[in-house]
């Protein structure tokens, strides 16, 4: 394993702990075949140098890898050593020899002027304080006519639990007040569109990515590996109480136990911007 300064360790509002690592892996299993799709739109293909920025543990570089192939290359990016250091052991543990990652601020990326073809940046934009940097960055990275494609929160608050519930209304409320406590933003996926095209991209595709889960279905799990993780989190920051998270619990337990229940994911957005 790789060793690494965990002092260092940039960890982003979700945390970067082995139980948010298991969480994204098993969160990109149930979003696969939407990315894959989106990357399809967006042209990717073997022979391409593409971005993977925000990587996380690299789930998504270690798909994006075998689709670019060996005449082409992934370069991976994120803040968080301690997720590098996982990306560092998948790659070696699939045998992929076209990786290259690096530590760096997404809003302060450095990389060669005009040397992708590609980028791709999954849930990270709705974490970063200033979204325009981060496509300003992108937008010099890619060569003229590369694409950059983009995965992201676009109503957070949409998430609906049927039968309705106040008490996940109310969690759903304070993960995104937790987040904009942090200087992010669960809705970026609205101002994409508008960043994109104002940093120089021509916005070829916008798409809304939203699904239906009953009890039972793997994406069901979705929300409940999240808020498994992050109740104790809005508790700290004491954005619910002791008794809401109990409400939310309680909640969570009786839907997943009615046939007739089911749940809509918040609406993201599949954005691609062609760089002019
Ligand atoms: C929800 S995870 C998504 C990971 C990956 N894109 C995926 O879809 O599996 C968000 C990621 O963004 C990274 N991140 C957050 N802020 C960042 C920044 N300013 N620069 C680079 N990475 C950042 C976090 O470290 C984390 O890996």
């Known amino acids: 394993m790789t060793q690494f300064d965990d002092t260092a360790e940039q960890e982003y509002v979700l945390g970067t ?28 293909a073997p022979g ?20 670019v192939g060996t005449d082409g290359e992934v370069v991976a990016v994120d803040v968080s050593r301690r997720f590098l250091s996982s990306l560092e052991q998948l790659v070696a543990a699939r045998g992929l020899h076209n990786v290259q990652w690096h530590e760096q601020d997404a809003a302060a990326l450095d990389l060669p002027a005009e040397s992708l073809h590609g980028a791709f940046a999954r849930w990270v934009l709705c974490f970063t304080p200033d979204p325009s940097a981060v496509i300003a960055g992108v937008h010099r990275a890619l060569a003229p006519g590369g694409r950059f494609a983009v ?49 120089g991209f021509d916005v070829t595709h916008i798409e809304p990515i939203v ?47 009615d046939p007739s229940a089911y749940l809509v994911t918040p609406t993201m957005v599949g954005v691609i911007g062609v760089k002019r």
């Not at 543990?57 to 075998?66: F, N």
């Not at 608050?157 to 933003?185: K, N, Y």
């Open 48 to 67: 391409q140098r593409v971005l993977d920025l925000g990587c996380g543990p690299g789930y998504a570089t270690a798909d994006l890898a075998p689709l």
């Open 151 to 199: 995965f992201d929160y676009a109503n957070y608050e949409a998430f609906t639990m049927a039968p309705a519930s106040a008490a996940v209304d109310r969690v759903i409320a304070a993960t995104g007040q937790s987040v904009r406590l942090h200087g992010g933003d669960f809705s970026v996926g609205r101002n994409l569109p508008h960043l994109m095209h104002a940093a």
């Open 211 to 257: 699904r239906v889960a009953r009890p039972g279905d793997a994406l069901w799990e979705w929300p409940a590996t999240f808020f498994a993780n992050y109740l104790p989190v809005l508790l700290e920051l004491q954005l619910i109480t002791a008794e809401e998270r109990d409400a939310f619990v309680a909640t969570w337990e009786a839907r997943t136990a």
């Open 17 to 44: 702990d082995a139980a948010e690592l298991r969480r994204l892996g098993f969160q990109h299993q149930v979003w696969a075949a939407t990315t894959a799709r989106l990357w399809e739109l967006a042209r990717f």
